[in-house]
């Protein structure tokens, strides 16, 4: 699946690895992008021993592995996440969270986000932790986080396929970015949810 | 960094499939035997309300995909865990641990124990998370919970290159064994983390 880029559109990706838009990039790559900021983020909490947060390794479904050749696996599939990306812990409190990049302009599509992926973070809620979704609106150059309560309740109640950004900018809270970390989001749990 | 898995990675028996214990039984199909154990009690804790643990899926890099083919892996390696095996929340709290089982019948050897666990679970201590093993002695018919703390010590100063049935009972807390739950160590996090 490939994207016309209107101009003038910058990449959300870390800045090291940072392309120039083409025509051929993937709304994938966009995700990754993304994706590799948070876990940039996450390192840079780590060394700075601020939290602990890791992503959770993609399952993949292994069907054959030849050991005549160390244990290669030769048939495998990716198997789809029954969780979030992220989780960890901050000031002893369980975090688990979920990120998202979309490129729509005036709206978050509510497609981005799996139904089992709302079903753990509402189990996640009911045991205490913290949860909530990093949202990156990449047209709009911002990002926010949005309570996990929020987007349940939007995605249980709502009456319509894709968040404005109104709402977003309404309901959720916006990210600071910079070098490093990119996108720090830390604060603003002690600001939510530890106050 | 890749490693080579023992050819018994791919055989997952529960407590119904157990065999009974032979010496033709690798390390490998025990340690799964008991990490087998260990996930059905967690998906009875997760299906009872009581606390949201899960295994991390085993990290592997994938190399090549066959995307002709529906996305087929046609080249990986198994990688190994930078960190333990579970992690969740109970009560609010963050949960990290490694289960480990050993068929040794006097003693826990450490080389079960890889050093990125140790220096994993430092990190979680520091930032307030409940930290542990659950230690499986096979031969003995015992499951132990010991404190991340105890191993860690004995890890960098024990002069021992394993931990002695004796010590593990004395510092270690029993782990009540059932049907279901098949090891009920939950109600020790109240008495041990949380009291």
Chains 1, 2 share one sequence.
């Not at 990716?78 to 990306?85: F, G, I, N, R, W």
């Not at 688990?96 to 979309?102: L, Q, T, Y």
Request: aromatic share 12%.
């Amino acid at each position: 699946m490939t994207f016309n880029y209107p101009k003038g559109i910058k990449k959300i990706e870390g800045p090291k690895k940072r392309k120039a838009p083409t025509l051929s990039t993937s709304a994938a790559n966009r995700g990754m992008g993304f994706e590799q900021d948070i876990n940039d983020t996450n390192s840079y909490y780590l060394e700075k021993g601020m939290a602990l947060i890791y992503k959770r390794p993609t399952p993949i479904n292994v069907v054959k592995v030849d050991y005549t050749k160390g244990a290669k696996i030769t048939h495998a599939y990716y198997e789809q996440q029954s969780t979030t990306d992220y989780n960890g812990v901050y000031k002893g409190r369980y975090v688990d969270f979920e990120a998202k990049s979309s490129k729509n302009k005036t709206s978050f599509p509510m497609g981005n986000i799996a139904p089992q992926q709302i079903v753990h973070l509402k189990r996640v809620i009911e045991h205490g932790g913290i949860a909530f979704f990093l949202i990156n609106m990449y047209a709009a150059e911002e990002t926010y986080l949005l309570k996990a309560d929020f987007i349940i309740d939007f995605y249980e109640h709502g009456d319509r396929k894709s968040i404005p950004l109104e709402d977003i900018r309404k309901n959720g809270y916006l990210v600071k970015e910079g070098i490093r970390p990119r996108f720090d989001y830390l604060p603003l749990l002690d600001e939510i949810f530890l106050k």
